[in-house]
């Protein structure tokens, strides 16, 4: 048995704004970590940009051995709030949940999201908001940064404006 198939995985929280610091600090240490990311789109002085931030901001997950790691340093690690627990017990996370997550972060992260280019009729998917992951038919952009979707709410077809960068062209 390798000394990984002993491991699992547990759920860390961060100080406000530091996980992204404390999961350096960690890995530095020679911990394996793994904390989600997410590509979001943003206005900054007037002008859209695209920023990677963390998908549970506060959190990240952490893989150790029950018996051998060293469990005391993570406490003390800067940016590190402490371990998620139930009781005195930190929470494990099932190998196939992180593997899930990491999947559909990988398939968001693929995609290009932008209406440009899209002609009237093309099947698009919703990367972000309230309607995140509904297919939806690309109508027409409607100014610089909305387009405006066919979407089938409650069995009629209705009209929507959602930001441009949020949507992708699906197969």
Sequence with gaps: MKPDDCKDWYVLTSK?????????????????????LAVRNSSHRGKRVKLTESLFPRY?????????????????TYGVAGFVKFGNLPVKVPDSIISDIQKREAYFQDKETSSAGLKRGDRVTIAAGPFKGVQAVFERNCGEERAVLLMNILSQQSKVAVLSDDIYQTA
């Excluded at 704004?17 to 793994?34: C, I, K, M, P, S």
């Excluded at 893989?63 to 003390?76: C, F, Q, T």
């Design 60 to 76: 990240l997950f952490i893989r150790l051995s029950r018996v051998g790691d060293n469990w005391a340093p993570i406490r003390s």
């Design 16 to 36: 406000p704004r530091q996980d992204a610091y404390a999961e350096e600090q960690l890995n530095n240490q020679g911990y394996v970590t793994y904390r989600p």
